[in-house]
């Protein structure tokens, strides 16, 4: 038997999210570039301008508790040694706006509880060799964060000094913020029933993350539902057929500087009858005219999730993992390293995914630069999209492979708006015919991003 399909929405569901916690978190901080300046032969790095600028949004005294051991495992000895350089060197670039304090959990019984309490995580044990014995060896590499009155912001298992600024900087950045970012999410409506809503998108607007952390807006793209005014990011999941005033809303706030994170695919898949259905966003001309157009084919990969399957045999269940190449599983080396967006992404996951293709001339022409963020193994190919999907078919290998397809972009630059100098487009009434434009368009075009 195969894989049950609400089940496969399900991971599907899951693996989006996953990849939305990362990126939306990571969007919010992407203008943070942390560069380094290379000034040794031992590849220790100054702070970066980033850094420093948020160094200065401290308005009380920021306390860092590092948790280390006296003694640490002898290849952890450099790291350690590189992380305490690197600490006081923020503690006195931060000119008394950073206090760091050192702890050795091994010599205080309570800390050791009341960390383990806290999250096992901060705990870290190895193996080694010891005059021909195996010895395990604890020790601790993990921080807290303590500015004024607000709950401790806790980092375990920290092992890479290179990437403190971006760790310490996105926290900071948090800690420091006024109120929470405004984030307008869109999706669409589905008719699904009942057993099939494991899949839909309306629950992810109620995922707990997006409330600790931001002010979250559900934009419908009706009247009285478009993009609220200091969104700091607008999110769009599987946009269907968008108005004409939907368009110019996203176009407008684009234009205006905004930053976007669209998932978008030129079909859906109907999991009941397993029709694949070709639909339209309604941004896809927008993003043709700077140089980023959807494929109209199924991208597959032997770099694949592997999703559980239950056969029968001799009247027992027998339970196996069964490759699923529609699942597509970018691996860290298909992730742009250089780009906060995917720096730190263990990888992704994209269930029945397209690819994009890149016109540089053409995003060049329109002021636009284009980023590859992720891309498929040198093992994918593409097909032509079916009007049935098989969920439960064995697909073969092809007879030759692709090159590597790229899966995910940021377009930067100055957005356009098509509708600038016209009068905006009126919002639909309720059977769908746009009522009369009332205002006309004129914009300064300032530098934006959408991924």
């Known amino acids: 038997m195969a894989v049950n399909k609400n089940k496969r929405d399900t991971y599907a569901a899951l693996a989006v999210l996953l990849a939305l916690v990362v990126l939306v978190v990571a969007n919010l901080v992407s203008d943070l570039r942390f560069t380094r300046l290379d000034l040794t032969s031992e590849r220790r790095y100054s702070l970066s301008p980033p850094f420093y600028r948020i160094l200065g949004r401290l308005d009380d005294p920021l306390k860092i508790v590092y948790y280390t051991a006296g003694t640490v495992p002898a290849q952890w000895e450099n790291g350690k040694r590189e992380m305490l350089d690197k600490l006081r060197e923020i503690e006195i670039a931060s000119d008394g706006k950073v206090q760091l304090e050192i702890k050795d959990p091994t010599k205080d019984a309570k800390l050791r509880e009341k960390l383990k309490k806290e999250n096992p995580l901060f705990e870290v044990t190895v193996q080694s060799v010891e005059r021909d014995q195996q010895v395990a060896t604890t020790f601790y590499s993990g921080f ?76 419908a793209f009706e009247e009285g539902s478009g993009i609220p005014a200091g969104t700091k990011l607008l999110i769009c999941v599987r946009p269907k057929e968008l108005s004409e005033r939907a368009q110019f809303e996203i176009a407008k706030y684009l234009a205006e500087g905004g930053r976007m994170f669209l998932i978008a695919s030129p079909w859906e898949i109907d999991y009941e009858f397993r029709k694949v259905n070709k639909v339209r966003s309604g941004l896809e001309d927008y993003f043709k005219d700077a140089g980023v157009t959807w494929v109209q084919a199924l991208v597959l990969d032997e770099s694949s999730v592997a999703l559980p399957k239950t056969k029968m045999e001799q009247g027992r269940p027998l339970f196996t993992l069964d490759p699923q190449p529609f699942y597509v599983l970018v691996q860290p080396q298909g992730l742009k390293q250089e780009n906060p967006v995917t720096r730190f992404l263990p990888g992704l996951v994209l269930p029945y995914t397209s690819a994009f293709m890149l016109d540089d001339d053409k995003a060049q022409a329109a002021c636009m630069q284009i980023e590859k963020l992720a891309w498929t193994s040198k093992r994918s190919w593409t097909t032509p999209l079916p009007e049935f999907l098989d969920l439960q078919g064995s697909l073969g290998k092809p007879a030759h492979y692709d090159n590597p397809r790229t899966v995910l972009v940021q377009l930067a630059g100055q957005f356009a708006c098509p509708w600038e100098g016209k009068p905006e487009p009126g919002w639909p009434d309720a059977s769908g015919k746009p009522a009369p434009g009332w205002k006309t368009l004129t914009r300064t075009r300032p530098m934006s991003t959408a991924i």
């Open 144 to 219: 807290h964060l303590i500015y004024k009155d607000k709950p401790a912001v806790p980092l375990q298992r920290v092992f890479n000094p290179d990437e403190l600024e971006y760790l310490l900087g996105s926290r900071i950045l948090t800690l420091t913020l006024k109120e929470n970012p405004v984030i307008a999410i869109h999706f669409p409506k589905t008719r699904r029933k009942p057993m099939q809503d494991q899949g839909s998108f309306e629950w992810f607007a109620d995922a707990p993350f997006l409330d600790e952390k931001f002010d979250k807006k559900i934009v």
